[in-house]
């Protein structure tokens, strides 16, 4: 580092002199290798220096199969098994994130999330980075390094990049992208019959013409219908949305199968408007998503 700084400062200093020397032409001279490159001062807008991967070091094979509409298989294959590395899988907004706040740098986002994880540990960050780094062929997890199943029709990107224990690179950073794919739809027709409203959600009958999985939920008149205009009426889109902001959070008792008597479908709030979400799902939704708009009772 100290070799670049003093090389900057040199040029620095010799290009506002040499700017100030206005009754003189000034040609800097590159020495490469064999070859003499000669550029007059008065074409030089800037000069700065951005550090590169040392020649012949590290490098990745990223390879993406088994795509669905809720996973992938990841297997990272670095170029030798000792060398440190990290990944990660992230989506658009993580790649905005980027872009927008990181100068496009998938390196230079993790170290800023790094640093953000160590003031809750008394670690440098480079001691965080330290808990993430990864030797040999990695098959990515897609549970735990995502944070539960990929969205359906998503792209996605995995990228990697090679790191020292002081959070030096060693090596390029490689990115692979991917799409998930759309759900296979379901023949299933689902029926829902309104039972008894309770302060605490509503009894439903659940009448179904085959045995796949289907998703039930409640949320509030007002949070659906907020989507729905934003969406221009697009159930879909809505329930994407949706979807994405509960995903870490999905368990079983999200699905069912086959007909169901007197299932309760939860709600929060006493006396509100409140529409049970109902759809085949698959990985994503796999028929119609139906909207059954009902009233919780006061308590």
Known sequence: MKKYLSLTLLLLFFVMGAAAQESHNYVMKIQKKDTLLSIPVSQIDSIYFEEQAPQGSLTFDINVSNITAGDAKIVITPSNDES????SITDSIGRDNRDNNYNGSWYEMEVGWWTYLSQFYSMTWQEVMQKFLVTGQHTANIEEDYGGRLMWD???????FGVDNEGNLTSDIVEKQFR???PV????????TLKQELSDGVLIDVATTNDDTYFIDCQ????????LDEYDGSKEQMFYRFFSSIRTQINDQYFHNGDQ?????KALTPDADYYI????????????????????AAQ
């Open 180 to 182: 998930t794919t759309k």
């Open 220 to 227: 509030k008149k007002s949070y659906v219908d907020y989507y």
């Open 277 to 296: 979400i109902i759809c085949g799902f698959n990985d994503g939704p796999t028929t119609d998503i139906q909207l059954i708009p009902f009233h919780t």
């Open 154 to 160: 998503t792209p996605y990107y995995a990228y990697c």
């Open 185 to 192: 739809p379901s023949d299933n027709e689902i029926t829902v």
């Open 84 to 87: 440190t590395y990290y990944y």
């Open 261 to 265: 008597t007197d299932l309760k479908a």
